[in-house]
């Protein structure tokens, strides 16, 4: 069983910055698209960003000019840099391995953001 692994979660105040990290042992990590969600109380799972496996990017409207993704294939590990954070950007970041060979999850890294 896969489990990805994330880290970097916390509190910060409007307009402060985060890095997220996920961990994903036991996959072969360049294979697969790595991806962040994020889930707000009340509210469904929504995409905030993703990697391909050829570093080209995509983000939702709502995080673009503030978040960068990346990875990094020797580590197995993709991060989401997170700058300006609104009290919007409260919610529980999952990371997301998507591939041919299956779709995995971790258990989510809690971000909240103060007003």
């Known amino acids: 069983q896969v489990q990805l692994v994330e880290s970097g979660g916390g509190l910060v105040q409007t307009g402060g910055s985060l890095r997220l990290s996920c961990a994903a042992p036991g996959i072969t990590f360049s294979r697969y698209v790595m991806g962040w969600y994020r889930q707000a109380p009340g509210k469904q799972r929504e995409l905030v960003a993703r990697?391909?496996?050829?570093?080209?990017?995509n983000y939702a409207d709502s995080v673009k000019g503030r978040f960068t993704i990346s990875r990094d294939n020797d580590k197995n590990e993709v991060y989401l840099q997170m700058n300006s954070l609104k009290p919007g950007d409260t919610a529980l970041y999952y990371c997301n391995a998507d591939g041919t060979w299956g779709n995995f999850w971790g258990r989510g890294t809690q971000v909240t953001v103060s007003s």
């Open positions: 990697i391909s496996r050829d570093d080209s990017t």
